[in-house]
Every structure is written in C-alpha cells, then in structure tokens.
C-alpha cells in the first residue's frame, strides 16, 4: 500500500515538474519585447499620511514660517499625521505625546527639512 502511493507521488512530482520546464523554456520568448518598444518607468505618488521628526530639537510652530511662535520642540521620532501643507512647512497633528510632552492631537507646522514621510510597503 505504501510503495503504491509513495509511486503515485513519484509520478505527480514527475509530471509537475515536466511542466515547469516547459514553461521557462517558454518564458523567454513571452516576456521578450520588441526593441523598438520604449521604456516606460513609472513613478508611484507616496499617499502615506505621517510625517517623522528626523532632528533633534526642533520647533513645532503655530504657522508655517519661523516668524511664528513655537508651541514646544520635538524629537527624532515624534510623529504626526499631516493635516495640511505650505510651501515647505508641513501642518501635522501629533500622533501621540511627544518626547518633550506635548499632548496627542496638538496641531502645528514643521519645515519639512526635519519631516520624513513614511512609505508603504508591498509585501507580497
């Protein structure tokens, strides 16, 4: 009983894999394009919504621009999710308490020199 499926086994994993050398000898051709066939590289838009503090004491403002008074200084790896933007300042709303104590859900503007936005990953 046993040698008769360990032969039936013997045989699928035979015919499986008959099929995959099949179609990689058949791939190359396939996926080949024509040479006159221009190259197209497309660039993805980043959507992802939060913004990490990468400086270390760095003014979280009331406006966007330097002439407006700081609420408090943030820290590398504070974050928040952007509410809005101008020009190269960044409107974000604070994620959770921030390391100088800064509550969650407080609103100001960063320049975006000390933002990095985050970037989704597909994991397949």
């Known amino acids: 009983m046993q040698s008769r499926f360990i032969g039936r086994v013997g045989v699928a994993v035979a015919t499986i894999a008959m099929g995959a050398a099949a179609s990689l000898a058949a791939a190359p051709s396939a996926l080949a394009a024509p040479a006159s066939a221009p190259t197209q590289t497309l660039a993805a838009k980043n959507t992802c919504p939060t913004w990490t503090v990468t400086g270390n004491g760095v003014n979280f403002r009331t406006g ?11 820290y590398r790896g504070d974050s928040g999710t952007k509410i809005s933007s101008s020009g ?16 969650k859900g407080t609103t100001g503007w960063v320049t975006k020199s000390y933002l ?9």
Do not use: F, P
Request: net charge positive; with cysteine.
């Open 116 to 124: 990095e936005q985050c970037v989704y990953m597909q994991l397949d």
């Open 88 to 103: 190269s300042w960044i409107k974000i709303k604070l994620d959770h308490r921030s390391k100088t104590g800064l509550k």
């Open 64 to 74: 966007a621009g330097t002439k407006y008074r700081a609420i408090g200084q943030l």
